[in-house]
């Protein structure tokens, strides 16, 4: 047995030794036989061709380029389709190498079977096809009836006026806002994170102008500023609202607080239901920020603590 024999039989990919000049097969070890179906006896037997599906792309002719490649111009990586004693194809990625062996130079490749791989990739091509599917969908489905009523809410501008109108077209834009992002999440598989200098204040408010909270009171306690994606985290902020208002009951008193505790910069999030209470746990010191302006038609009551019962 050749020395580097032992060697290629420790190797778990399948080992192939070619000629550098015409690519002929003159060795191989144990684990490209059997990734093939054949012994080592059959296969060293067989011609270049008999072992390579040998269909467009995956011709004897390309095969032999890649070898005189790898011996002009350095290693060589592809995807390549092999052919089992059984006619079936098998996909593999193929590594090729110069060396040189026993004096003379050979073509040394490394040949992994990729089926699992490429099972894999087919899967989630099918998923993305239904994730594409599905945002097209949410793009027709979704859009249309959000522009109809925008438009009626245009033609009821023309007729009247009053505050409840303000407030639909703001839904209207939070509707508007969330469709995108859901379409981006869909065909991208994940959205850009922009990190700014977010007023707390300010965005509690008006997330809570964006829920339907009864006769729930908002009590926010912060003057405070963090960094954060706006979009994420007034996903974040009505989904604690919803929550605290749906298991709290409709009268109940909403508290939003930073609380500073320890040395670490990490800022976190919490809503306690049982205590109605949206809290940052704030492990730094907080950039103070203005505290939101309030009006008749906010839903916050400003004090420094800043009440609000929603309209």
């Not at 296969?43 to 790898?70: C, G, H, N, V």
């Not at 004096?103 to 490749?109: D, F, N, P, S, T």
């Not at 091509?125 to 599905?134: G, P, V």
């Not at 302006?293 to 906010?298: Q, Y």
Request: hydrophobic share 30%; charged share 30%.
């Amino acid at each position: 047995m050749p020395d580097y024999q032992e060697l290629f039989e420790k190797i778990p990919d399948g080992i192939t030794l070619h000629d550098a000049e015409d690519g002929s097969v003159l060795d191989t070890n144990e684990q490209f036989c059997e990734m093939l179906g054949y012994t080592r006896g059959e296969l060293l037997e067989l011609q270049f061709e008999d072992i390579i599906l040998d269909e467009p792309p995956y011709t004897s002719e390309r095969a032999e380029e890649y070898i005189r490649k790898a011996a002009t111009d350095g290693p060589q990586t592809f995807e390549w389709r092999d052919e089992t004693k059984a006619g079936e194809p098998i996909p593999v990625e193929v590594h090729l190498r110069q060396t040189s062996l026993d004096g003379h130079q050979r073509i040394l490749a490394v040949v992994r079977d990729i089926t699992d791989r490429k099972k894999r990739e087919r899967e989630l091509e099918r998923k993305n096809e239904r994730l594409e599917e599905f945002a097209s969908v949410v793009s027709h489905d979704l859009r249309n009836p959000l522009n109809v009523a925008q438009g009626r809410l245009e033609l009821v501008r023309d007729e009247c006026d009053s505050d409840h109108l303000t407030a639909i077209a703001r839904a209207h834009e939070r509707m508007e806002t969330l469709i995108g992002d859901l379409l981006a999440l869909a065909r991208d598989g994940e959205t850009t994170m922009e990190l700014e200098d977010v007023a707390l204040a300010d965005i509690i408010a008006r997330c809570w102008q964006n829920v339907e909270t009864g006769d729930a009171t908002l009590h926010i306690d912060t003057t405070h500023a963090i960094r954060a994606d706006h979009a994420r985290l007034q996903q974040l902020l009505e989904n604690l609202i919803r929550n605290s208002v749906e298991h709290g009951g409709a009268d109940v008193t909403v508290r939003a607080v930073i609380s500073p505790t320890g040395s670490s910069s990490r800022t976190t999030a919490r809503a306690s239901p049982r205590k109605h209470a949206i809290g940052y746990s704030k492990r730094a010191t907080p950039r103070p920020a203005r505290a939101p302006a309030t009006g008749s038609k906010s839903s916050t009551k400003s004090s420094s603590p800043t009440d609000g019962r929603s309209p």
